[in-house]
């Protein structure tokens, strides 16, 4: 039985912000802090802050903008973190709004209703609360029958959300599955960091997978092979959790926001990256010249770079390892599937891609597709 992904959707957030208004705000608390630790500072009783710059994020990781979901907040210098209104119980959660609307676009492209979709996997970094699940509350917004839960590894949730996906139509337990990411990533930034101030922003992003018997959309993509991995490291961590506020001294300290030490994460994360993609494409006996096109991870344009000119054996030419980043920023789990659902439309039947994720975890997942 072959598994396809026949659909995709794309939610974008209402309000963007530049590199220039985040350096902007971030410089602001910077002279504000050191003038009022100046006497410290200048003891050497501490260290002052030094400045971001819009240049060196812009080399140093491809990002030039981010949308989010609330733009309130974060670029106050008294505040710093995007402010969202508490909604009561009766109304439709944040994350679930976003992920609907994804959905609605990913199951119009897969010419499916919700009388179609049995199981919906909301697979991304953080849900905003652990019950009841987002999934089941987005099952009942679309109106959807059957089975629904959340999932969350990280970078890699999308991509191993698929790999479920495609296990419970093999296993029969579902007939069409809609995989959701709805990354609300700018809550857990610490914009008062200089080193990650400008790494995230929100989107949503909806696969549809199902059968190919039962696939009619335009374009179908037949899963050729998937693998997922893992190895332990704590250089991408947040220790935010429902743990947090039984240790009030340390309930709101940094740590509990996203923390990394990037070059480590770049150094370590590349060479697994490189022998996944190898692995899935020895086992599907693909050279490079194969590949129609690599749909990366979307955390800094070097890495992006590195990886595909090690797979392709040359530098990645027009939109053969397309980036997003640019405009969307690092939206953790969601950011491959924005360059498929962005980059996906000219290619035809034979053409074979690589989607592949890679981050915190560490975690990687590879998915082979040769398009219908
Ligand atoms: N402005 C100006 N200069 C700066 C800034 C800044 N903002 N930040 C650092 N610098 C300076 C440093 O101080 C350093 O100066 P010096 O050489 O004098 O010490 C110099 O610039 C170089 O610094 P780095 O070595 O840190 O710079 P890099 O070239 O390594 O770039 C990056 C930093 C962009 C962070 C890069 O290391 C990177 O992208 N690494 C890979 C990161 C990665 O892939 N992370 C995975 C992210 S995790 C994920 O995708 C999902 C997580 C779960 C979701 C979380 C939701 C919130």
Known sequence: MSIVISGTGLYTPPYTISNDELVSAFNEYVAKYNSEHAKAIAQGEIEGLKPSSSEFITKASGIENRYVMSKDGILDTDVMMP????RDNEQVSIQTEMAVAAAREAMASANKTSDDIDLIIVACSYTQRAYPAIAIEVQQQLGCKGWAYDMLVACSSATFGIMNASNALLGNTAKTVLVISPEIASPQINYRDRDSHFIFGDVATAVVVEKQETATAQHCFKILSQQPMTSFSNNIRSNFGHLNRCN???????????????????????????????????????????????????????????VAKKVLGRNPQGNEAPIILNEFANTASAGSIIAFHRHHDDMVSGDKAIICSFGAGYSAGCLVIEHL
């Open 248 to 306: 009030p001294e340390t309930a709101d300290s940094s740590d509990k926001l996203f923390v990394q030490q990037g070059r480590k994460v770049f150094k370590e994360v590349l060479p697994m990256v490189y022998a996944l993609i190898d692995q899935e494409m020895a086992k599907n006996n693909l050279q490079a010249s194969d590949l129609k096109r690599l749909f990366l991870h979307q955390a800094n344009i070097n890495m992006n770079t590195f």
């Open 83 to 86: 402010l969202i209104a508490e």
